[in-house]
């Protein structure tokens, strides 16, 4: 990101001197390399301030081209809130959303969805990998029954980006939600992927303004964001391989150590599931207390970062009590955790909750 | 030597900016939303830049300051914001010299049924309070206008537009994108419910912006999801861009009054040195201006001159110029603005605009001049 700090600042949009030049050639590249990465045409990112406004703008910029073909939509109890609120919001304008329960383990039923498309429904949209609880949905065979029924198929993939491999084509996803924070790349920036062939989506903008990304998102880009952003899918495709090993064991070796607690639940599903991803339930502890006593060793959550404190609806979705939901905890692994981290935190957390086991009402 | 006269289209980050940004990037860069200690320490950073934004505008609370990823969302959120909260059309007024992120929207909500009236401008671009009078009925429930105009540099008269506004019980909103950091701007003055800044006008970086919203006014949001800006706007905020921000708006309201009367002499000194030039004819008003804007038309060009061409031979000679604003800068269709102004479409495509900044110097603008006056010779400009 640093060069374009000072030594290209311009405006992408402005042509006519040097300075727009080099900031627009910068964006170009990096659409190739983000485009790449999903098997998707540099025409069709639409770079965005985030998944956010990447899921506002496929769900809402579906729903109001497609208003005459039908006012039906399809999401999943356990999707972001970024794709629950949008939809909630469409629910205020008169359109239908069916939104689908999950499996215990967190997966889609995909009877459930086959049976759930009516004629008019137009969009499905399934997370590609859940930020709680980690789980991995089927998208391809999602994807097929959405191309056999001819409905559009959006996918949030914020967390799995870099993560798993993304194939649009293979996927058979016409729109995909995608952001850089998850992947080590800065905050504030992310795309729309939106099929241009076969089928050719239509998209009403929900930016207006001066016509920039093809008029599908007006507003000004910064280009170091842009950047850092192609930067980072770049190395986290590099490393996609050796990374998701070396996360996985060290996953697996924090889970074997906190299975020697009794009462401990691993939420999700044992395999489908991010690399990086532990998201379990502890019985007769209270969650609060015991985020409490963890805060010196470790940064860590009990549910996404944007609703700490209601008991999360993914947890609940799962079929868990309000209890059990707030008594859960995610951990999220990256490349800079350690064998050593682990093995600490691991004590650290038997150790609490032996001893908050002791001093409760629970016992 | 290279000239960067195209403030407007966007600043240099200044070096105190591009610090801070590198300092979040490498120590900061949490989510503001997490409960544990990087949460907080991006938390802190947040809110220490909506607080200095909120010093620059004199809001009367930092909570009033809800970061957007820039202008356009800024401006689409003030139209959409109120008007999204009606289950049937009403009315809604601008001016006839919007911004596209203004006047784009105004459309979109003219295809939704909503009646749209555009305030007509004098020849020097300014809306008059007894057409605003004239248009205001029982159904307008805003009207937006545009506080410094990006083409031409004119400022309208924008306390005068709401208090008349809001004698007929709408709601007033004002881009005020060119305008902040260059011009004093006091929201509790001014009297606006609403108001839009971007960062990037002002040595800050590209794609954050701001929205005042005066307080207990209601809104809805534009982007729906985890809840941040205390609900009002979903989506991590771009935590880096912010704290830059932040630092922006500070380091403009401590410079504000000396760099207001600097780029003001600069930008009279510019007019004065071609006002025996009677090709390039100024545009906008010369007394409520810009203090960093210049802009002239070319009343006698050949028709295949255009400020586009003026842009390009300004360019071989590096000195960066644009013809209208940037955001519409790909086509060579004659401005908008200037028609509503009443130039002809001939003369309309010939605008040019000289936008000046904090490093600019007098022997910039010195050269420019010379250099301007050659290539209208060489073009064969009468
Ligand atoms: C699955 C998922 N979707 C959407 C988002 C929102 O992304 P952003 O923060 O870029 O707006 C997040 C992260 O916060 C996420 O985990
Ligand atoms: C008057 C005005 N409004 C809005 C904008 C859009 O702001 P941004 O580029 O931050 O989206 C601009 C800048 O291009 C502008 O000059």
């Known amino acids: 990101m640093m060069p374009y700090w000072t030594d290209a600042f311009g405006n992408p949009a402005s042509l006519g001197h040097f300075y727009g030049w080099e900031a627009q050639a910068a964006v170009q590249q990096a659409r190739e390399t983000i485009a790449a990465a999903i098997n998707a045409q540099p025409d069709e990112i639409v770079f965005t301030s985030g998944a956010t406004e990447a899921n506002n703008l496929a769900i809402k910029g579906v729903a109001e081209a497609y208003l005459q073909r039908g006012r039906h939509l399809i999401t999943v109890m356990t999707e972001h809130r970024a794709v629950l609120e949008p939809c909630a919001y469409l629910e205020t304008l008169g359109f239908k959303v069916t939104y689908l329960p999950v499996q215990a383990d967190g997966r889609l039923e995909l009877t459930q969805l086959s049976t759930a498309i009516r004629a008019d429904t137009i969009l499905v949209s399934v997370m590609a990998a859940n930020n709680e609880i980690g789980v991995l949905q089927p998208l391809a065979e999602i994807g097929y029954i959405c191309r056999s029924h001819q409905v559009l198929f959006h996918t949030d993939a914020a967390q799995a980006l870099g993560k798993i491999p993304l194939d649009v084509e293979a996927l058979s996803v016409d729109l995909m939600s995608l952001t850089a924070h998850k992947l080590y790349g800065p905050k504030g920036i992310g795309a729309l992927y939106v099929r241009r062939r076969q089928p050719r989506v239509q998209l009403a903008p929900q930016l207006h303004g001066g016509g920039q990304e093809q008029g599908r998102r007006a507003g000004t880009l910064y280009t170091p964001q842009v950047v850092g952003f192609s930067v980072a899918v770049q190395l986290s495709l590099e490393r996609l391989e050796s990374e998701t090993v070396q996360l996985q064991q060290l996953r697996d070796r924090l889970w074997q150590q906190l299975q020697t607690l009794s009462g401990v639940v691993l939420n999700g599903h044992p395999h489908h599931r991010l690399a990086g991803n532990l998201n379990i339930t502890i019985a007769d502890v209270d969650g609060a207390a015991l985020l409490l006593v963890l805060q010196p060793t470790v940064a860590l959550s009990s549910g996404s970062a944007c609703s700490q404190h209601q008991p999360s609806h993914v947890l609940l979705a799962l079929g868990h009590s309000a209890e059990q939901a707030k008594a859960s905890l995610r951990f999220g692994l990256g490349r800079s955790n350690t064998i050593t981290q682990v093995d600490h935190v691991a004590q650290v957390l038997i150790e609490a909750v032996r001893s908050l086991r002791q001093n409760s009402v629970y016992s | ?382």
Request: overall charge negative; hydrophobic content about 40%.
């Open chain 2, 1 to 382: 030597m290279q000239i960067y006269l195209d403030h407007s289209a966007t600043t240099p980050p200044h070096p105190d900016v591009v610090m801070r940004m590198q300092q979040i990037a490498q120590n900061d860069w949490g989510n503001a939303s997490s409960l544990h200690q990087w949460g907080d320490r991006a938390a802190l950073v947040l809110e220490t830049a909506r607080m200095q934004v909120a010093q620059l505008l004199n809001a009367p609370d930092p909570e009033t300051i809800i970061f957007t990823s820039g202008g356009t969302e800024a401006d689409n959120w003030a139209l959409l914001g109120i008007t999204r909260q009606y289950t049937t059309p009403q009315h809604l007024i601008i001016s006839a010299v919007e911004h596209p992120a203004i006047a784009a929207t105004a459309d979109w909500l003219a295809t939704q049924g909503w009646a749209v009236t555009q305030l007509p401008v004098n020849g020097q671009g300014q809306v008059s309070p007894e057409s605003l009078e004239a248009a205001l009925c029982p159904e307008t429930v805003l009207v937006s206008v545009i506080y410094g105009q990006s083409e031409v540099g004119t400022i309208q008269p924008i306390q005068t537009l709401t208090q008349i506004t809001q004698r007929h019980g709408a709601l007033f909103h004002t881009d005020a994108v060119q305008g902040v950091g260059h011009v004093p701007i006091d929201v509790q003055a001014l009297g606006v419910d609403l108001l839009s800044i971007s960062a990037h006008k002002f040595y800050a970086p590209q794609g954050v912006g701001a929205l005042y919203v005066r307080p207990g006014l209601e809104l809805q949001p534009l982007l729906w999801g985890g809840g941040q800006e205390r609900g009002w706007r979903s989506g991590t905020q771009a935590i880096g861009l912010v704290g830059g921000f932040g630092v922006a708006a500070e380091l403009a309201l401590a410079n504000l009054d000396a760099e207001q009367l600097r780029l003001s002499q600069l930008r009279d000194r510019f007019f004065r040195l071609l006002a025996d030039e009677p090709r390039l004819q100024p545009t906008g008003s010369q007394q409520s201006r810009l203090p960093h804007h210049v802009s002239f038309c070319l009343p006698q060009a050949p028709e295949e001159v255009t400020g586009r061409t003026l842009v390009r031979q300004l360019k071989l000679a590096s000195i960066a110029s644009s013809a209208g604003s940037a955001c519409h800068g790909g086509q060579a269709n004659p401005s908008p603005v200037l028609q509503a102004m009443g130039y002809s479409k001939a003369i309309a495509r010939t605008g040019i605009r000289f936008s000046l900044g904090r490093q600019t110097i007098a022997a910039d603008i010195d050269w420019t001049v010379l250099v301007l006056r050659q290539i209208l010779n060489r073009l064969g400009v009468k």
